[in-house]
């Protein structure tokens, strides 16, 4: 028996994934294809490297990234499949993979299919959740919100970890029972344009036949009843409730629902309901754990996302991620109650005009952030404002900044300058005078009269002078 390394399958399994299968699509360079050269070589090495490098080679397998891949060449290499990313549109199949861990449909919702079309997606989804008892991450996307998976499809996955839900139909209590099925293996939950006034409607709940123990339900009609205890997801720590949300009803559902929870993911639109505010209430009781809040906002008042902010952690948050149409000073003055526990933040929103003062304050005024990524404008209203961002301490104990903002300066003259500011700092140490950080250029955006602008970080005390 050979043991040269590059003779035992184990090893050479393990170089194999670190042989990239894709590359770069341009013009954007956004996207991947599936261009897997240096493996295709590996395997006409020998028949030990084609046999054991051929299951690395098509392990992931992503439709809308290999559309020049013939449809006969993926079918006979499904049996190799471990992670499936579909696209509805790119490629109908046959998949014949049965040991997938990870599913990702994605159904194309955005075209217009006939009946028979839409038919023929339901089976093929149905087909790969039920021929993959191993699954650990599922994420369900399908071609119109009326279409849904049933309970039966959902009974042989005992290790179901991730679930994602997206253009479900959950009238009639069919998001409840799927639930209950997977309740002892899953951890998180997103929940993503769910077509239901509530997510657990009670009234909806299975109805017991007087003669038999069997359950009648809309979608399904099956010997698996429950005792009508209240359902609990006891090992789910993140959910996302994204799209959709109507009233404080479906974040005291989901509270109730997940006691345990630390991630929370939150999506608010203009018509979200005043009423949410009895929700906020509710999972501050129910899931003292929440330490990392995701809010994603168009609404047009911030006294909610104030009051989300301020009271949807017990314990206080370690981590915000905050997006959407504009940030306030009200919203940086609700970050701040934060300031003992928050470790890192992100904000990105629309060019939306900040103080400078309120600015200044989060900054220095957050002593605990580990990672701080900022993309938005503030206002500089005078010299003297640049000078005072100069001369105070901020950023120690930082591992990671990022910036992107636009600063306008407001004088006398009425000049106005752009600064964009792009840095990766890691192991950063505020008393160390030797930085090397790395700022990206400012675009040439043809606008004549906002050539200004910093082009590197400034040190610690050092002045900022704006070219002219």
Request: aromatic letters at 6%.
């Amino acid at each position: 028996m050979s043991t040269h390394p590059l003779e035992l399958p184990e090893i050479l399994t393990h170089i194999g994934f670190f042989l990239p299968p894709w590359e770069k699509s341009p013009p954007n360079f956004c996207s991947v294809v599936f261009n897997p050269k240096t493996l295709l070589s590996c395997l006409l090495v020998n028949k030990l490297w084609h046999r054991t490098l051929l299951p690395v080679l098509w392990h992931t397998y992503d439709s809308s990234a290999s559309r020049c891949v013939p449809t006969k060449v993926v079918t006979q290499n499904s049996c190799y499949f471990r992670a499936l990313y579909w696209s509805g549109g790119w490629r109908r199949g046959p998949f014949h993979c049965q040991h997938l861990t990870t599913l990702i449909i994605q159904g194309p919702h955005w075209r217009k299919h006939q009946s028979g079309e839409l038919s023929l997606q339901e089976d093929i989804h149905r087909q790969l959740v039920r021929s993959n008892p191993d699954l650990r991450t599922l994420a369900w996307c399908g071609p119109t919100p009326r279409t849904t998976l049933t309970t039966d499809d959902f009974l042989q996955l005992k290790n179901l970890r991730h679930l994602r839900l997206s253009q479900w139909d959950a009238t009639g209590g069919k998001l409840e029972r799927i639930l209950r099925v997977v309740a002892e293996s899953l951890e998180t939950l997103e929940l993503e344009s769910v077509l239901s006034d509530q997510i657990l409607p009670g009234e909806h709940r299975g109805q017991r036949n007087n003669n038999s123990e069997e359950v009648i339900m809309d979608d399904v009609s099956t010997s698996h009843p429950h005792d009508g205890t209240p359902l609990v997801l006891p090992l789910v720590t993140k959910v996302s409730r994204l799209y959709g949300l109507k009233s404080g009803r479906d974040l005291q559902e989901v509270a109730f629902l997940c006691p345990n929870m630390k991630h929370l993911s939150l999506y608010i639109d203009c018509a979200s309901s005043p009423s949410l505010k009895e929700g906020i209430e509710c999972l501050r009781a129910q899931c003292p754990k929440i330490r990392d809040l995701f809010l994603k906002h168009y609404a047009l008042q911030d006294t909610l996302l104030v009051d989300i902010i301020q009271n949807c952690s017990l314990s206080g948050l370690t981590s915000l991620d905050f997006s959407g149409r504009t940030v306030t000073d009200d919203i940086i003055l609700a970050i701040m109650t934060q300031a003992k526990t928050l470790e890192s933040l992100k904000i990105s929103t629309n060019p939306a005009h900040l103080s400078g003062e309120n600015a200044l304050l989060m900054l220095t005024g957050l002593t605990k952030l580990r990672n701080l990524q900022l993309c938005l404008g503030i206002i500089v209203t005078s010299q003297e404002d640049v000078e005072t961002w100069c001369n105070v301490p901020w950023a120690r104990g930082l591992e990671t900044l990022f910036l992107r903002f636009t600063t306008h300066r407001v004088d006398d003259v009425g000049d106005e300058y752009g600064i964009w500011m792009n840095s990766q700092v890691d192991d950063y140490d505020s008393d160390s005078s030797d930085i090397n950080d790395n700022i990206s250029d400012k675009g040439d955006d043809g606008n004549d009269d906002q050539d200004g602008g910093v082009g590197r970080l400034l040190h610690r005390g050092e002045e900022a002078v704006l070219d002219k």
